[in-house]
């Protein structure tokens, strides 16, 4: 979260002429208003766009960004995986998260893999650049309905002496399942991620028996709950 994120140099971004922007979406025209949008003002420049996760995270890397704005639903690798792997592999990039659902879950999976914000498309007008410039201050932002779910969820919890359970599968299982749920196959998915197709098949296994399902159908309705795709 916010407070686990280290600023890139003592000279804040916020205080440079221009942030370094990248901004991934699997649409072209939601793309080309975001980079709009941003461009309309001096302090932003938009120096990668990607249509997946997984070009998401190769350009944040390869560009040298200081903002990166995902869509939580991408194709080969979602938002939230994104988010997770450039947070883990360079501290200093700050992420929004950008959703058509106002779901509180995805808003917490968005926290938890290090996003600083969590933007409604809806609301892209109003809100994206308050909350990208909050977000290189190194300052949360969160539409007001998400930061009422938040307290409540934490109250509710706290009521109930419980602490904030996470994921039952590892980011890797999570992987396997989106792509599981896009019907590759057991020797796709192994060329995908350059693994063995026993590992996959082992994978699957614990993936199963973790959540108590037998079949790909029930994967596929936990993957569109989870935001892992789109249904």
Known sequence: MVSAMSVRSPTDVSETLKARVLVADDHPIVLKGLAGVLERHPDFEVVAQARDGAEAVESALAEDVDLAILDVSMPRMTGLQAAREITHRDRGIRVLMLSMHDNEEYVFEALAA???????????????IEACRAALRGEPFLYPAAVRALIREHLERARRGETTGGD???????????????AHTNDEIADMLFISKKTVERHRANILEKLGMTDRVELTRYAIR???IEP
């Open 114 to 128: 290090g996003a600083c914000g969590y933007v409604l498309k809806t609301g892209v007008d109003r809100d994206l």
């Open 226 to 228: 989870r935001g892992l």
């Open 168 to 182: 039952p599968l590892t980011p890797r299982e999570q992987e396997i399942v989106k792509l599981i749920a896009e």
